[in-house]
C-alpha cells in the first residue's frame, strides 16, 4: 500500500516509534554519545544520523556534532559547512552564467529562431 512516500504505513509508525525512543533518550540522556543512543534504543545509525543532521536535538539544548560531507569541518546541522554551501553556490551561479552565455551565443547563430530554415535539397 502507497502513502505517496517511499515507506509504507508500518515503515512510517515504526520509523516513527524508532525516533521518539531516540528524541526520549536523548532528553533523559543530554550528555550521551551517539554510540550510547545506538546501544539504549537498538534505533538504526541511519535513523539517529539523520535526527541529527535535521538539527532535531538543538531544540532541546543539546548539540551534536558531526563532518561536513565536502570538507569535515565539524557542524551542527544540514550536509555542508557554511563556507562550503558558499562555495557551491558561487559554483552554481558560474554555471548558470556561462548557460546563459551559451544561450545567448545560440540565439546569435539563429539557433533558437522560430524560422529556421530546412537546408537546400538537390
Known amino acids: ?34 554510540y550510547e543512543i545506538l546501544e539504549a534504543t537498538g534505533v538504526a545509525e541511519p535513523i539517529v544520523r539523520r535526527l541529527i543532521e535535521e538539527g532535531r536535538f538543538i531544540q532541546e539544548g543539546i548539540n551534536y556534532s558531526y563532518p561536513c560531507k565536502k570538507c569535515g569541518t565539524l557542524i551542527m546541522s544540514g550536509k555542508f559547512c557554511e563556507n562550503c554551501m558558499k562555495e557551491m553556490q558561487e559554483e552554481l551561479q558560474g554555471v548558470h552564467a556561462k548557460i546563459a552565455e551559451q544561450r545567448e551565443a545560440d540565439r546569435g547563430h539563429g539557433m533558437y529562431s522560430k524560422d529556421l530554415k530546412k537546408p537546400a535539397t538537390k
Open 1 to 34: 500500500m502507497s502513502t505517496g512516500g517511499k515507506v509504507c504505513p508500518a515503515c512510517l509508525d515504526k520509523q516513527a516509534d524508532d525516533e521518539m525512543k531516540v528524541i526520549e533518550y536523548v532528553r533523559d540522556n543530554p550528555k550521551c554519545k551517539v
